[in-house]
């Protein structure tokens, strides 16, 4: 966690992963939206049924209910900043 709810933000909360080599995120999905900036690294995206390439400096919306997953398709870790709003839990 970068900055949540500790930090006195109270309508976003800024998350930061890492995923190693050939890991990835569960696909699901969600009823709030988030937004992801590619930090590091490169991989692929499941968004809007499809696999999509990502790296480094790539931004990705993710609206509401729509099902994703990461995953880190490359030998160096993939580092992302992943935005959500209040509500959700912050992990």
């Known amino acids: 966690m970068f900055i949540g709810s500790q930090d006195g933000a109270q309508r976003f909360c800024m998350r930061f992963f890492e995923i190693h080599p050939g890991g990835h995120t569960p696909r699901h999905s969600h009823d709030w939206e988030h937004e992801i900036f590619i930090h590091e690294g490169h991989g692929s995206a499941y968004k809007e049924g499809r696999w999509v390439p990502i790296t480094q400096g790539d931004a990705l919306f993710i609206p509401p209910n729509e099902e994703h997953q990461i995953k880190n ?8 900043v992943c935005l959500i709003p209040a509500g959700p839990a912050e992990l």
Do not use: A, C, G, V
């Open 73 to 80: 398709t490359s030998d160096k870790p993939l580092r992302f």
